[in-house]
């Protein structure tokens, strides 16, 4: 997909961070946009902007842990476009703390936004998909669904399985012409850490190298060059690619590392 002006992309989780300045981009190279976002305020202010650049934009609250929220969106994507070019499933949530304190409704809801959203939206938009000249679907993963860290265990279920899932999905339909990408991004500076502890899924306190933190405009740039070239699986920012290269490679010194971290 090496022309992407004229397309037509819905992205999730549009209203803040990674979602929102990948919106925006394509938005400035001429793509047109379907928003969903459970946020209405964000909602409405990233439209405007993406809107100032002259494109198409279509917005809609959504709340992704909901089956039928999902299925009335799709359907009202249909009623209005027919179909879409590009499907970026970029919202998530994270909760933090000891995994034996993870009530089930933690759980569902980690994984419904994480995981089962994307698989919904994917599996309602695949045959439509299949039948563009040019189509791609973006799952935005992270480091931490190819890494393990400590006290993540519900948020990185979600995303281990999401690169899997697109995987599996690329060497599937890959020969069929739709590219697929698992892109994985190191630490962004968003508020995922913040909206979890809003939520009261911030358990303890979580320490970041917050120095390492790259902008969500610099993932975005990332995320649609991985479009455009159709790239399987994308490591961004240097630390990520150290940490995946670290853990795929020498194992052990991550497993010594993290005990040492857990006697202090």
């Known amino acids: 997909m090496k022309n992407i002006r004229g397309k037509r992309a819905l992205v999730t989780g549009a209203g803040s ?13 001429g793509t047109h946009l379907w928003l969903l976002e459970i946020n209405e305020l964000t909602l409405e202010s990233v439209s405007a902007e993406a809107r100032s650049c002259g494109v198409d934009v279509m917005a809609r609250r959504c709340d992704l842990s909901r089956a039928d929220e999902i299925r009335s969106a799709f359907d009202e994507v249909l009623k209005t476009w027919g179909g879409i070019d590009i499907l970026v499933n970029n919202a998530g949530i994270m909760y933090y703390g000891a995994t034996e304190k993870i009530s089930d409704q933690q759980w569902a809801e980690v994984l419904a936004v994480n995981l089962t959203a994307p698989i919904t939206l994917t599996r309602l938009f695949l045959p439509l998909l299949l039948e563009r000249p ?30 899997g899932f697109s995987q599996s999905l690329r060497l599937e339909y890959g020969p069929r012409g739709l590219g697929i990408t698992a892109f994985c991004p190191g630490l962004v500076q968003t508020d995922l850490i913040a909206a979890a502890e809003r939520g009261g899924r911030l358990m303890s306190r979580l320490n970041l190298a917050s120095n390492l933190a790259v902008s969500p405009e610099f993932v975005a740039l990332r995320a649609v060059r991985a479009i455009r070239k159709n790239e399987g699986l994308v490591v961004s920012t240097l630390h990520a690619r150290a940490l995946w290269l670290i853990h795929r490679c020498f194992p052990r010194l991550l497993d010594r590392w993290q005990y040492r971290k857990r006697r202090r």
Do not use: M
Request: aromatic share 6%; proline share 2%; hydrophobic share 50%.
């Open 17 to 29: 961070g990674i979602g929102r300045a990948i919106a925006l981009e394509l938005a400035r190279q």
């Open 134 to 163: 040019d189509a791609h679907i973006l799952n935005v993963c992270s480091i931490y669904g190819l890494v393990p860290k400590r006290r993540l265990a519900a948020y990185q279920t979600a995303k281990f399985a999401l690169v």
